[in-house]
């Protein structure tokens, strides 16, 4: 069973000579099956775990590992073929139709675009039929709306067909309905077997979905359980500084605490 | 459903297809069509009789090793200014990085007039060739480098531009100081470009480079599709960026320096050309370099053919009629390139 793992990982910005790290001593686990949300104000350092945690932050101190081995070590193809990676930026340089991006998932497998075999073509039709883009499937992404490009990306990630996910803010920009669709994507996705690890800003959002929440401050983790373990009031204020109530899954938020 | 989806990508493979095929037939048609035309009269069925080794050996002379040497010359550096475009596009996210804008093609001349000032190119037939390699792989790997560390498409170009310019003032110096007027005429036939009386000896010199670039381009340019998608989206999807960074430095470098080689520096073809295949291909950037290269031989091939038309007192230099229609389709380019975020 492939799982993602870091234990007292840290994450520089920059060579040394080093400042602080953005991430301090973080130690987390992502299994399969597992549905977790990294919760955070900005700047808590949530995306630079998410790279350290692939081997992708170049400045690292402590251990990540994915399944047996270390991230850093692992060549970017095989990395490719274990954890899929949704980051923050989304940046498309040329206009491609939507098949075409959903098929760079299978690059790891060696799939032209174009030209792909049999196997990464089903993988793409499933990922394809997953997210209800059958109809815009030959459309340019330029003509998209910011809700079709969601769940094209997010396709893109399922085409993949890794045991791990890791998403950073899938939901960023989008209505709550478009939302609540990339979140029951991903946890179609956990139940049939895959673990995703992802970045949401929405709480609620967070709190309805997750088998447990990691919440981030100041670069440490701060509370890393289920949610009715982790999500309090005080919890809401130590993190965010915001004064809430919280009501089992139901939080509402008040007011900036002075 | 499934089944009527994926109908219409493959009809578009074929079409793509098609069009990659017919652009090899024009290139064919177009090198012929060159082969045609001279001072000396030839029937087209004269002509052919002639390529295939049948005819008169002057017949053969003419055809042969002046008018199908020129075409080739031609052809080749089209096909590799363009493909080398095309690839430094899609590394560059940039629809207007190109040999000759970032400085690659002006850095190769200046090689090449290295090698004319210190009279070195009497040494090997080499000389020039390594000249104008070394300075378009120096050219290349600065962009590149550059490119790690700036993120902005529009700074980068804007260092390209920086390249060239400095590398056209060394040159200018070079030509300042030349040693004698002789000298400064090849020089001069550097910065113009020009493909006039190539031979199969010259075209062999710079072919290696050619086609080893043009090799490294073609077997590394899968990443460049991952690549669209962002640097740490594609290093996620399995791209090993430090190497596809370098193989396309190395191979637009080879492959630009040696077309650089054969025939100076001949602009615009690199970003025209790509740009106007890329819908052909669906956008992507790896299927773009072929009918890239395809267009720019053929297209060189035919504003060579109406060099060697015009009624000019002088003959036209190809890179002077190239940057003529080039220039403006490139200012087109780059007005209706819709604003991204940088």
């Known amino acids: 069973m492939t799982s993602l793992s ?116 089903a993988a793409v039709e499933c990922a394809l039929q997953a997210c209800d883009l059958h109809p815009l499937a030959d459309r340019s992404c330029l003509t998209l709306s910011g809700g079709e490009l969601a769940r094209v990306h997010c396709a893109r990630v399922l085409a993949a067909e890794t045991p791990l996910i890791v998403a950073d803010e899938p939901t960023a920009a989008l209505d709550p ?46 509370a890393d359980g289920p949610t009715s373990a982790t999500l309090s009031a005080a919890r809401l204020g130590d993190v965010y500084g915001v004064r809430a109530e919280v009501d089992g ?4 938020f008040i007011e900036a605490r002075q | ?71 080739l010359a031609a052809y080749v550096v089209g096909f590799a200014l363009a493909a080398s475009g095309a690839a430094l ?16 093609s002006a850095s190769a001349s200046l090689g090449a007039t290295f090698v004319l000032y210190y009279g070195l190119a009497g040494l090997s037939p080499f000389m020039m060739p390594i000249g104008a390699i070394i300075g378009a792989v120096a050219a290349t790997a600065l962009i590149v480098a550059a490119a790690i560390r700036v993120r902005s498409a529009v700074t980068l170009i804007l260092i390209g531009v920086g390249v060239s310019s400095f590398a056209g003032s060394v040159m200018s110096l070079l030509m300042n100081l030349a040693p004698n007027p002789f000298t400064l005429a ?63 430095a190395l191979g637009a470098g080879l492959a630009a320096g040696g077309a650089v080689a054969l025939a100076g520096a001949i602009g615009f073809i690199g970003v025209v050309a790509p740009h106007l295949v890329r819908p052909l291909v669906d956008q992507d950037p790896a299927r773009t370099l072929l009918p890239a290269g395809l267009l720019g031989g053929a297209a060189l091939v035919a504003a060579d053919i109406i060099v060697r038309l015009l009624p000019t007192a002088n003959e036209l230099r190809l890179g002077v009629v190239a940057a003529l229609v080039g220039a403006p389709a490139f200012i087109a380019i780059a007005i209706r390139t819709r604003p991204r975020h940088d």
């Open chain 1, 177 to 222: 309905r478009r939302a609540f669709q990339i979140m029951d994507l991903l946890r179609a996705y956990v139940a049939a077997g895959g673990g995703a690890l992802v970045v949401v800003h929405d709480v609620a959002l967070a709190a309805r979905y997750a088998d447990r929440l990691i919440w981030m401050k100041e670069g440490g983790i701060v």
């Open chain 2, 1 to 71: 459903m499934s089944a009527s989806a994926g109908n219409p990508r493959a009809l578009n493979i074929g079409a793509a297809d098609f069009a990659i095929a017919s652009l090899a037939a024009a290139g064919v048609v177009l090198i012929f069509a060159a082969c045609l035309i001279g001072s000396t009269p030839l029937s087209p069925v004269r002509t052919f009789a002639a390529l295939v080794g049948a005819g008169t050996e002057s017949e053969r002379i003419i055809v042969l090793d002046i008018r199908l040497s020129r075409a």
């Open chain 1, 249 to 252: 899954e139901r939080v509402a």
């Open chain 2, 89 to 104: 596009q899609g590394l560059l996210r940039n629809p207007l990085a190109e040999p000759g804008i970032i400085g690659v």
């Open chain 2, 186 to 248: 090849e020089m001069v036939t550097w910065m113009l470009g020009s493909v006039a009386n190539r031979s199969f000896v010259d075209i062999a010199f710079a072919m290696p480079f050619i086609g080893g670039g043009l090799g490294v381009l073609f077997a590394s340019s899968r990443g460049l599709s991952a690549l669209s998608l962002g640097e740490e989206a594609a290093a996620s999807l399995g791209v090993d960026l430090g190497r596809l960074r370098a193989l396309i």
């Open chain 1, 6 to 121: 870091a234990e007292a990982l840290s994450v520089y910005a920059s060579p040394p000579p080093r400042g602080q790290p953005v991430v301090v001593k973080a130690s987390v686990t992502l299994r399969p099956g597992e549905f977790v949300v990294i919760l955070g104000p900005n700047g808590a350092g949530k995306t630079s775990l998410l790279r350290g945690l692939l081997g992708l932050a170049p400045y690292t101190e402590g251990m990540a590992r994915i399944g047996e081995d270390a991230a850093a070590a692992l060549s970017p193809a095989a990395r490719a073929r274990r954890v899929a990676y949704l980051p923050q930026a989304r940046p498309l340089a040329w206009p491609a139709p939507v098949r075409d991006v959903v098929a760079l998932g299978r690059y790891a497998w060696g799939g032209r675009i174009g030209r792909l075999g049999a196997a990464d073509r």
